[in-house]
């Protein structure tokens, strides 16, 4: 069984930063993409940023510049640093995983943590 912890998320003003951790725990085996989605209401779920077990990054063009994503494989942990926040930014922000284990690909996702961006 794998469970994935998010933290991180809440309130902010424009302008402003958070940061965002998933830790990953339990029968992952070998950890390959790690990334954030977000879904916003009445909006499809979209990839945010993603890093290959490689760390090879990618990124949604509204994010750009703003956003940054990390991991640390040791502690099988993956972190989004987001700045200059907007309140286009308000969303679920959902942790995502893609892991191998016994010989099988597996993917999973985390509980969701919500940021809103208001002044």
């Known amino acids: 069984q794998v469970q994935l912890v998010e933290s991180g998320g809440g309130l902010v003003q424009p302008g402003g930063s958070l940061r965002l951790s998933c830790a990953a725990s339990?029968?992952?085996?070998?950890?390959?993409?790690m990334g954030w989605y977000r879904q916003a209401p009445g909006q499809q779920r979209e990839l945010v940023a993603g890093i290959t077990g490689g760390a090879m990054t990618n990124y949604a063009d509204s994010v750009k510049g703003r956003f940054t994503i990390s991991r640390d494989n040791a502690k099988n942990t993956v972190y989004l640093q987001m700045n200059s926040l907007k309140p286009d930014d308000t969303a679920i922000y959902y942790c995502?995983?893609?892991?191998?284990?016994?010989?099988?690909?597996?993917?999973?996702w985390g509980q969701g943590t919500p940021v809103t961006v208001s002044s």
């Open positions: 339990g029968n992952i085996g070998s950890l390959n993409f």
């Open positions: 995502h995983i893609d892991f191998r284990w016994l010989a099988q690909n597996h993917v999973q």
